[in-house]
């Protein structure tokens, strides 16, 4: 009913950009909180931001001051604007959303992930 579908990701050097963008696209009667949260080989599945109806933001302590999360809900889509970026940001990116449908049932959905890897 509910696709997410990030795109952005690829190979950057240590200090550089990237932005990530997650296109939501079914039975959509509305998006609420909108986040990405990032998977290392070895490591937990963590919250990397947030961003919620009503303009509500917040980041994991890591990415402050370097990452950026926007919505354009006229397109149904999350970004996720990565700066400054470090080795240890190297990671599969998932977007998830919690949609409420056009039957005005509300669930979360994932993203197929996408890979972002940055070199020292």
């Known amino acids: 009913q509910v696709q997410l579908v990030e795109s952005g990701g690829g190979l950057v050097q240590a200090g550089g950009s990237l932005r990530l963008s997650c296109a939501a696209s079914g039975s959509i009667f509305r998006l609420n909180a909108m986040r990405w949260y990032r998977q290392a080989p070895g490591k937990e599945r963590e919250l990397v931001a947030f961003i919620i109806v009503g303009g509500r933001i917040d980041y994991a302590d890591s990415v402050k001051g370097r990452f950026t999360i926007s919505r354009d809900n006229a397109k149904n889509t999350v970004y996720l604007q990565m700066n400054s970026l470090k080795p240890e940001d190297t990671a599969v990116y998932y977007c998830?959303?919690?949609?409420?449908?056009?039957?005005?049932?509300?669930?979360?959905?994932w993203g197929q992930g996408a890979q972002v890897t940055v070199s020292s």
């Open positions: 998830n959303a919690d949609v409420t449908t056009t039957s005005r049932s509300t669930a979360g959905y």
